[in-house]
């Protein structure tokens, strides 16, 4: 995210710190008090959320929080007495009263949609009620729905917002959640490859789209594979990001039945608990470069997003998949992007749909998320990857 307040720029992308237009260095307590601020502007934000974000609520000094309050001050061209910027509350805490404009807001002021979305349900084949929404003007864009998400709390969140928004911004975008997840039912009635490929079938004939670009990421992908192989008819291009062609148990002999009960234990007990040893698991695989807001908000998604025995069940249903004999049989654009120090599905499963899909293009970016994080530098070399991709679309 890009911030702009009163004379100064703090880009969380790059993270850089800016005031009248030259780089001013400031230390990475103070940059995240600034996050903190910025993302809470005109809200007071109290001692404490200080502490938790900028500290991970270890014990310290006042002197020590005084320091970096001072030095925010600083950094701004801010003072304890005119206090233009960040504003003092005697014994409740600091308000960043100046205003702000997010890239966001700038993509929305050059022509993008406003921030606005409507939800739909489908039926899917075995009677199985599949939320989608849609949003944004243009060329219609397909996204396929994946673990974890909730088509409410996806569209607020630091994590995705920015990302939906881009798409958004030039396309008329349709993903919904998976059965089992989100708003779509709770009821798992069939957790077959199958099963996840009508209910993509069914968001789409309730959307009235014909042929259309389809966006995948994680285990959306083989599904989106399996679907553009029986209806080549109706998808006109392909892009992947984290995708696999094998589940883990699929291609890892190590998996054996002992770890697999393992991991889904603790997803049993650990399900939406930021300190649970799940979490802790979840945040070294899955996203090792999440910020402590990124974080937060992944775990709020979670507790929205399914209950634990649905996330078990989810999870192995994905890690028996595998479509590598579907895969000579996809004949569209493809573009295949991954991230290089992926621990969840290895570079290798991004190589293999890139090697063995006709014509696809490969894409390898230096990260080691797997989920896609606007905080991360490769989270715009990713995003414009797919849009030019995808505008490519519309020439052919």
Known sequence: MRYEFADCILDTESYKFQRLGADVSVEPQVFELLCLLLENAGKLVSKDKIVERVWDGRIVSEATISARINAARTAVG????????IRTVQRRGLELIASVKTNSEAVSKSGAPPCKQTIHFARSDDGTCIAYARSGKGPAIVRAGHFMTHLEKDWE????????????ARHSLVRYDQRGSGLS???????????????????????????????????GVPISIIFA???????????????????????????????????????????????????????????PGASKAEMDN??????????????????????????????????V????????????????QGRLLASEIPGAEFLQVESNNHVLLPSHSAWRKVV?????????????
């Open 78 to 85: 801010d003072n304890g007495k005119t206090q233009a910027v």
């Open 157 to 168: 969140s630091p994590v995705w917002a920015p990302y939906l928004q881009e798409l958004s």
């Open 185 to 219: 039912d709770a009821d798992l009635r069939g957790t077959d490859i199958e099963d996840y490929v009508a209910d993509l079938k069914a968001v789409v004939d309730a959307a009235g789209l014909e042929t259309f670009p389809l966006i995948a990421s994680s285990q």
């Open 229 to 287: 192989a029986t209806y080549p008819e109706r998808v006109s291009r392909l892009v992947f990001y984290g995708g696999f062609a094998q589940g883990r148990a699929r291609r890892d002999h190590q998996y054996a039945s002992e770890e697999a009960s393992a991991l889904m234990a603790l997803i049993r007990s650990g399900w939406g608990k930021p300190d649970s040893p799940f979490m802790v698991a979840f945040t070294s695989v899955f996203c």
């Open 298 to 331: 992944m775990v709020e998604i979670q507790l929205a997003s399914s209950s634990a025995e649905n996330a078990v069940a989810i999870r192995e249903a994905f890690d028996q998949f595998d479509v590598v004999n579907r895969l000579a049989d996809v004949k």
């Open 333 to 348: 654009p493809t573009l295949v992007i991954h991230a290089s120090g992926d621990a969840v599905h290895p570079v290798s």
């Open 384 to 396: 414009d990857a797919q849009l030019a991709f995808l505008a490519d679309d519309r020439d052919t």
